[in-house]
């Protein structure tokens, strides 16, 4: 059981450079989220997907784009990469429908932009 | 509004007690509360209920006081496996889908 799996693990981005971070949960949960932490500090949320079909903003969404492909996976998108969105991006999921928002979360992206 | 956490760090050292607060300004519905080794995801540890009962894990546990919103860890007899970031994260609501993270706590248990 694979849980939340996130690629890439490392990613050196140039300002300006776009990319795509994927996360994928074999979990069969409704709910999945996009975090960045940056050194020192909490979780900071960019995204969420309520349910396929369904994303909204959360704290920190300027500079990201994402999509909820289909109820397992659910990308980011940095369309032009700046050197304030050097992060670890983690990814979680969650089955709200428990009434319990606990979330699992994928191994994290480091990525460092230049 | 993300909850706020205190302390920013404990040092301790083996058996040893510590307890971890988190507050919010906002009414809740749900803390959860989460344990970061470094370079790793963080992983759950327990969730409170508003309207719960107060939540155990070998010996760590947890409280949640909805009037003040404030929710405490407590781990007691610390091991060095304790060592790590506990975060807790808050829900104003069980439809509300964003949950909010303090800045965390570091916990260093030492031998």
């Known amino acids: 059981n694979a849980g939340v799996t996130q690629t890439p693990k490392f990613q050196v981005l140039k300002t300006g450079q776009s990319m795509t971070l994927q996360c994928a949960q074999d979990?069969?949960?409704?709910?999945m989220y996009w975090y960045r932490q940056d050194p020192g500090m909490g979780l900071r949320l960019i995204y969420y997907?309520?349910?396929?079909?369904?994303?909204d903003k959360g704290e920190v969404p300027n500079g990201y784009n994402v999509s909820r492909l289909n109820k397992r996976e659910f990308s980011l998108r940095l369309e032009s990469a700046a050197p304030s969105q050097t992060s670890v991006y983690f990814c979680a999921s969650s089955n709200r429908a428990t009434g319990a928002n606990v979330l699992t979360f994928g191994a994290g992206s480091r990525l460092t932009v230049l | 509004q993300q909850p706020v956490q205190s302390p920013q760090a404990v040092i301790l050292r083996e058996g040893e007690d510590a307890v971890i607060n988190c507050s919010s300004s906002?009414?809740?519905?749900?803390v959860h509360w989460y344990r970061q080794k470094h370079g790793e995801a963080p992983v759950f540890l327990m969730i409170?209920?508003?309207?719960?009962e107060q939540k155990g894990h070998e010996k760590i546990s947890a409280s949640f006081n909805e009037k003040k919103q404030q929710s405490s860890l407590y781990l007691t007899a610390s091991q060095l496996s304790y060592s790590g970031t506990y975060f807790c994260g808050t829900d104003p609501n069980t439809n509300a889908g964003k949950s909010t993270f303090g800045d965390g706590t570091t916990l260093t248990v030492k031998p």
């Open positions: 906002k009414a809740l519905y749900s």
């Open positions: 979990m069969n949960h409704n709910s």
């Open positions: 997907s309520a349910s396929e079909g369904t994303t």
């Open positions: 409170l209920l508003k309207g719960g």
